[in-house]
């Protein structure tokens, strides 16, 4: 009898002290499912991020259970008007995407030909996910010009990318901060668009060798970019962990454009190796696309 305790005792501690040699990023992404949670509305922006860095406003309380949100379903857009308006949130990963995101449009003509489209970038570069919440509902200035808030748009579909590049730090609370923000940012364009479809959307995924190279005055060491892109990768997947759960349709280019653990170099713009390249942008913009074709989100 004592034989079998000590072996099962060997076992345990092996087991123990292999799942803590594993680095705490891959921890929480292997440990966190996140349930349902109450949502906190913020009514201002908070100082923005950059590269993953962590934010100095205070944290959000801990979620709380509550019931999960259920989108109501809603007829497909485009039946009355002829003209469909897209608006899309996000940081500078969706600014890059240019005025009018053309390569969206480009793509949508393909799934839709007949249909006209006016296609709304509020992209802001070095902005959080709670920044992008105050911008629902307040106009503001970005590089010198002023921009009206975006539900005042009244846009027919809303893409919400999910900030990854510019998120809350490597933290259970971090990634908790990001999911309530996501609620409230659905919370809101629901109660105050409840006409306006809702997708979600996971833009491409960073790679730890040349990630920020070529970025002017940032020198990453090999151990701060494995840092900042498996936290990006960690929000990424918690957007798409959020879509899912909540029901909403999901846009997944960060899974797509993996190779093996690290995103495929040829869609990151090799200039700064942060942001996409022209074919990351077209490759975002396809996915997109799809998306609103596969869930019928507009009329035939």
Known sequence: ????????????????????????YY???????????SYLISTTPSSPTVLGTSTTSSPLPAPTPSLSITPTPLPNVGGENPIVTIAVLGDSMIDTLGPGLPKLLSSLKLYYPNRQFQILNYGFGSSNLEHGLYRLTNDHNYLGQPIPSLLSQKP?????????????????????????????????????????????????????VIFGNGI?????????????TNTIKLYLQNLVNFATSQGFPLADAYHLSLDGSEGQKDLINSTDNLHPSDSGNQFFCDTIAKAIFDNKIIEQ
């Open 1 to 24: 009898m004592l034989i079998i305790l000590l072996v099962v005792l060997f076992y345990l501690s092996h087991s123990v002290l292999a799942y803590a040699q594993v680095p705490l």
């Open 27 to 37: 921890q929480l992404l292997q440990a966190y499912h996140p349930s349902t949670v």
């Open 156 to 208: 027919d579909i809303i893409i919400i990318e999910s900030f990854a590049y510019n998120n809350f730090g490597n933290s259970q609370s971090g990634i908790d901060r990001q999911w309530l923000t996501l609620g409230a940012i659905t919370t809101t364009i629901k109660d105050k668009l409840p006409q306006s479809k809702i997708i979600m959307a996971a833009t491409i995924a960073p790679n730890s």
């Open 216 to 228: 002017a005055n940032t020198h990453f060491t090999a151990m701060e970019k494995m840092e900042k």
